[in-house]
């Protein structure tokens, strides 16, 4: 392998990538180097690696940097790190790209612009790594599984107040979101009134209720989940759906005759751990497979790309799959940036402020990268959200699924 050309070859399939950030490190310690005691086993001024003749810092024919001075430990770790994510210079050149110019790092790279960004599948896991070590940290509720939690008058008005203000964040919702909303609003403020009407209990008599509820809660879920052993019970009529009081909310099972017994059984199983730690098990199941479903939803993507732009010459998979790795990576870096920002804007504005970026992120791809014009650019955010749409939904009822079934352990 010989040209000029080479390296830049190398870095696009990944091979160099480290290696040109080695050099542009070594060039910067000229001033600190500690040479080694052990010798490069080819002639001085050809690689250590290949023995090729080099004619610069970086070997061009298998991009390892021609340096052998004794590095500080630090820089062991530093590798690591950089093999992992990417740190040095490429990141902090791609994020802003990335963030604030739609499409010019995509384009970009399918145009052979490269060595200067992070590799699209490194840039996403990126992403995902830290959205997913910041998502882990955030604690959804639940408890042990000997305190269940009780409402006792100062958590009522605490509610009661957070239903207040929730009400009044509904304004910043889009109208489609803004009904089940406020239905959801509605029917916790019925329960808190329920509540606040009842005499208060002593602290044994709250454990005690909570600790009946949820017992027949989970008795409830095993006799629709496992009618047969419930041999007792008055079977439901053809065609009636199994229904499951959930302290105010009812879940519906569908016909679950058709579903082996011992998947039912493990279903059941899940859901006993989920009540009984109240939720905590089901979120860290979530909270596992969400990664692995998101990843699984990006050749998916990339197929909906290549469906409609199956007339265009000289587009491959691939074009769409980078595409793809780009914009899921923005995603995640969005999430990210308007979490921190939903702290001084609330969440209803933070909730308009992603689908407003995040579709005009999308507009701007087919306009930059795929050179359509506005209308048809337009037209096309529109369809792959709703399509888009379906199939996180699809996706959040196949993680919910797996949770449950997860949860038992």
């Not at 992070?118 to 790594?129: E, G, K």
């Not at 006799?223 to 009812?250: C, K, N, Q, S």
């Not at 699984?296 to 595409?323: C, N, Q, R, S």
Request: aromatic letters at 12%; charged letters at 20%.
């Amino acid at each position: 392998m010989s040209g000029g050309d080479t390296v830049t070859d190398a870095v696009i399939g990944g091979a160099a990538e480290g290696g040109v950030g080695d050099a542009i490190h070594a060039s910067k310690r000229k001033k600190n180097q500690h040479f080694s005691m052990f010798k490069s086993p080819t002639p001085d001024g050809d690689c250590s690696n290949c023995g090729t003749r080099l004619s610069g810092p970086v070997c061009h024919s298998c991009g390892q940097t021609s340096d052998t001075f004794h590095r500080p430990v630090w820089d062991l770790f530093m590798d690591v790190v950089d093999g992992l994510l990417g740190l040095e210079g490429r990141l902090w050149r791609t994020l802003p790209a990335l963030m604030f110019r739609p499409g010019a790092v995509t384009k970009a790279y399918l145009s052979g612009v490269r060595a200067r960004y992070v590799m699209p599948f490194r840039l996403y896991l990126t992403a995902s790594l830290v959205f997913f070590l910041a998502f882990s940290m955030v604690n959804a509720g639940g408890g042990d599984d000997a305190t269940p939690v009780v409402m006792d008058e100062a958590a009522i008005e605490a509610s009661q107040a957070g239903l207040e203000e929730a009400r009044e964040d509904l304004e910043a919702l889009p109208p489609a979101l803004r009904g089940p909303a406020l239905a959801g609003i509605e029917n916790a403020e019925a329960n808190l009134a329920e509540a606040a009407e009842e005499e208060p209990l002593t602290d044994e008599e709250m454990l005690q209720r909570a600790l009946e509820d949820r017992e027949g809660m989970k008795d409830n879920i095993r006799r629709a989940l496992l009618p047969e052993d419930y041999p007792d019970e008055e079977p439901a009529a053809e065609g009636e759906v199994e229904t499951v009081d959930m302290d105010g909310w009812t879940m519906s099972f569908g016909d679950v005759s058709g579903m082996p017994y011992w998947a039912r059984e493990r279903l059941a199983d899940g859901a006993d751990r989920i009540v009984d730690t109240q939720g905590e098990a089901l979120w860290n199941a979530m909270k596992t497979w969400a990664p692995r479903l998101l990843f699984a939803l990006l050749p998916i993507y990339a197929l909906f790309l290549a469906v409609t732009h199956f007339y265009k010459k000289g587009l491959f998979f691939y074009d769409h799959l980078v595409v793809s790795l780009h914009f899921h990576a923005f995603l995640f870096f969005q999430f990210l940036l308007l979490g921190v920002i939903s702290l001084a804007i609330g969440p209803g504005w933070a909730i308009l402020a992603f689908l407003l970026w995040s579709n005009y992120y999308l507009y701007r791809i087919h306009r930059s990268v795929y050179d359509h014009g506005r209308i048809s650019s337009f037209l096309r955010t529109l369809f792959l959200d709703f399509i888009y749409m379906i199939v996180l939904t699809f996706g959040f009822v196949i993680l919910l699924f797996i949770g449950v079934f997860t949860a038992a352990g």
